[in-house]
Structures are given as C-alpha cells and as structure tokens.
C-alpha cells in the first residue's frame, strides 16, 4: 500500500515568506510526527498528533512555527517568516494504532527546505 | 538525561567488508530499541526493534544486539554491499509513551566503496 507522502519535495524560499508542508499518513495510523533533520544532526522532535488528543507541541522551536491536523488525516506545518536558519529537511512520520508503546514508525521521505 | 550516543560518526570501508556500528544510551525506564536506515534523500526505515528481553535480532546480512544491563547495542553489517551506504540511526524508547519518549541518536553515516 501507499506510505507517507509529503510534498513538496523541495522548496526554496525567501528570507521573511511564509511556507507550508504537507504531510499524508499512511490510511488508518492515528498517531503522526514532524521532525527537523539538520545537516549532520539527528532527528529534532517538532509537534506530535495522537487520535483526537491535544497535540504535543513542546518541540516547535518557536511561535513562528505551527501544525494543524485535519480530520485525523492529512497534517501541515506552516513556518511563518522563514529565517536562513530554518533550512533543513522536515520529516513526518506515522504510527499504527496500537496497546505497543511507540510502535514502528513509517517516514515519509522528507521536504527539503532551503531559506535564502 | 536521556541521551543516545552513537559511534562512529561516519565510517568508509569496502565492499564485501563487515563492520559494526555501537549506540550507547541512557535512556530510562527502557521500553525499546530500533535501528533505522536512512538512504539519502528518503526517510528512515526500520530495520530490527528490540525489547528487554531480547539480546539479538537479525534481518538478514544485519544482526542488532543489546545489553540492557550496560546499555548499549550494536549493528552488525555482514558482507556489505554497495547499498548499504546509508545512515544508520539508534532510537531509544521509554516507557510511558508520547512523543517524548522518543530518544534519537545523531546516526552514523556509512559509505561502502567498490
């Protein structure tokens, strides 16, 4: 079946704009992850959805930085006033529902955003 | 402080070649460990999970091991090939679920030379 999308793939942007990342789940997960991969740095938690529950928000470096997710599927990160030091590939990843704690999780293959 | 130690931080060797790669956490209370592969430009897949009880694991060339008592584990890549270069990364999880509960090493990035 489909894995997680994302899209787009690329964006370059200017210094001050607006952006917005799209991420699609694979059908049926109920718990969906952003993430910050720098270069040469590990995975950097963002904001975390879990079925209907509050989202987890305590990774978004800064009040520039938003999440919604939509009828429990499709999520997007929007990045208000990009700064250079925003580049970097932002990963969304889904999970089963499931009683496992932190089951597998499915990575899409990432945005990769360049801030000019 | 959870953390997630992961050595080396990058490693060249030649094909048909094994090597290991470690990642020392401590994290606490332990739930699992997984080792993903990041191929360059995808996103990171699993390649082996394991729990307390287990010390080994294998997918085929690949074999994970831990030592819950010393906290670390390892990779092994036997008779690498060409497609393994890629990044290797070790994520910890602690009991109690969320987000949180998600430890990430910084990976180590493997190239395998003809």
């Known amino acids: 079946g489909a894995g997680v999308s994302q899209s787009p793939s690329n964006k370059v942007t200017e210094k001050g704009k607006d952006v917005e990342l799209r991420c699609d789940p694979i059908s049926g997960h109920t718990a969906l992850y952003w993430y910050r991969q720098s270069l040469g740095q590990g995975l950097e938690f963002l904001i975390y959805f879990q079925g209907n529950s509050a989202p987890d928000k305590s990774g978004l470096p800064s009040d520039r930085f938003s999440a919604e997710r939509t009828g429990g599927s499709v999520s997007t990160l929007t990045i208000q006033r990009t700064q250079q030091e925003d580049s970097a590939v932002y990963l969304c990843?889904?999970?089963?529902?499931?009683?496992?704690?932190?089951?597998?999780?499915?990575f899409g293959p990432g945005t990769r955003l360049t801030v000019l | 402080k959870n953390q997630v130690e992961q050595s080396p931080q990058s490693l060249i060797i030649l094909e048909g070649k094994n090597c290991t790669l470690q990642c020392n956490y401590t994290v606490s209370p332990f739930s699992n460990l997984r080792w993903y592969k990041q191929d360059t430009g995808r996103g990171p897949v699993s390649l082996t999970i394991?729990?307390?009880?287990?010390n080994t694991k294998s997918n085929g060339r690949y074999t994970a091991t831990l030592d819950a008592d010393t906290k670390q584990s390892s990779l092994h890549i036997t008779a690498s090939q060409l497609s393994d270069s890629a990044s290797y990364i070790c994520v910890v999880s602690r009991t109690g679920g969320g987000a949180d509960g998600l430890t990430f090493g910084k990976g180590t990035h493997l190239i395998i030379q003809p």
């Open positions: 394991m729990t307390f009880s287990e």
């Open positions: 990843a889904s999970t089963p529902p499931g009683i496992r704690p932190h089951n597998e999780q499915f």
